[in-house]
């Protein structure tokens, strides 16, 4: 009836002209519409991406990226050996090889990599290619920054995963990996697997700010001046691995000549000198360790009898890699000045630690500067622990330095350069000392307040303290 009402619709009538100013005005709305159309879209698409783990728990998506993490870092390690199969299929001598036993040590090198041990021609290989490490931590922080949500248990979840992918791998390597190698072997595997995918993992999805405040209850009971002292060392200790990065980057220019010699005497094509240099990249962090240890003092050995440090070298036979030649040829004169590097290196934190240090006693600052040399030195420790291990049969299985020798050296020269840059600049400091040497001076010169029991003796009693 309203309808009736209303009469007979009306005639269509033709859009009207555009007038300048007018359109603008009535697109606005429609333009809103168009936006708010687009936005539901990408959310729809991206849903539809990530449908494996919207409608999960967000658990989920830390065990797909754990897996994905570890599958990717494992395929960038196998398929060089799966090229150089291919490669050299052809060749009538390797008839008998299959291309799954190119894979098998492809993926023993990557379980290698996270601190496994392989058994080749009766010797056990334990130096730890920590290139192929940090491959395996940053396949962790790209996939739980691109696929894992930031939650605890989503954290938690991809370690999960990541040791499941390894325990996995472990299993299919047969005695070619770390099962061949003894019960050790595999307990150092899953403890090294772990920690790469907890550091991983977790820089991917951890929030600073969030992190703190969650951890504030723990760290928050330490003393100011411990906790200062603690991240004085860290610098420290990243001071000195950045020294080390450029050392041996001079080595490598100094020593091209050499590494030359050593591929032109293997005769290796155009393939294999990528795959020899692709080979060398996994290495290449364990050079960086060892220079380390180099500027520390003590120095490292490649192979049983050798040394090689500032103080002089100690050569022997070598194995025909060309990124060897890049070690040092000699020592002594000027080069055996190189450990003032570490007091250098904690020159530099104690600048950082004075700024930092909210100082309230005199002690304090001795205590920071402590603290500051200890943690130094016990990451030096571990760097050179890191690279050292076994490379091989008869005198190869001497590779690295002393982990307690180096951070000794380290956290002796942390001290030093850190008390000479710490102390000596705090005020606390200066009036402490200023007020115990007056002290000292008055008490040298008799002007002290001290009672002798002389004529200040109470009435009744003589100056040794008995009755009159």
Known sequence: RARADQGPPARPQPPPSPVPGASAAR???????????????????GASVRSATEGSPRWVSGVLAGAQAAVLSLLVVAMPALAAYVATSADPANAEVGWTRSVGVGAALWLLGHGGALRAGGATLTLVPLGITGLALFACYASARRSSHRTVSAWLSGVG????????????????????????????????????????????????????????????????????????????????VGAASLLTGFWVLSGRAAAGDVVAGLGVDTF??????????????????????????????????????????????????????????????????????????????????????????????LVAVGVLAVAAGALGAVVAALGSGAAGPGRL?????????????????????AALAAVPADATVREAVRRGARGAWDRVRGRADVDLGGDDAPEGRDARGGDD
């Open 397 to 417: 299985a001497v590779v690295g330095a002393s982990p307690v020798a180096v951070g000794l050296a380290v956290a002796a020269g942390a001290l030093v350069g």
């Open 27 to 45: 697109d606005v709305p429609a333009a809103a519409a168009g936006a708010r159309w687009v936005r539901r879209t990408v959310e729809r698409g």
């Open 161 to 240: 995963g990541y040791l499941a992918v390894v325990l996995l791998v472990l299993l299919l390597a047969g005695g070619t990996g770390p099962l061949g190698a003894g019960a050790g072997a595999v307990v150092r595997l899953m403890l090294g697997a772990a920690t790469v995918a907890a550091l991983g993992l977790g820089a991917g999805v951890a929030r600073p700010r969030r992190v703190r405040a969650a951890t504030q209850r723990w760290w928050g009971r330490l003393d100011h001046p411990v906790r200062a002292g603690a991240v004085g060392g860290m610098v420290a200790a990243a001071a000195l």
């Open 272 to 365: 294999g000198g990528l795959l020899l240099a692709v080979a060398q990249l996994a290495v290449a962090p364990d050079l960086v360790a060892w220079a380390f240890a180099w500027l520390a003092g003590p120095g490292f050995a490649v192979g049983e009898g050798t040394l090689y440090a500032p103080s002089g070298v100690v050569a022997g036979p070598l194995p025909a890699l060309p990124l060897l030649g890049a070690l040092p040829v000699e020592g002594g004169g000027l080069v055996r000045w190189a450990p003032v590097v570490t007091v250098a290196a904690g020159l530099l934190a104690g600048a950082w630690l004075h700024r930092r240090l909210v100082v309230g006693r005199a002690r304090d600052v």
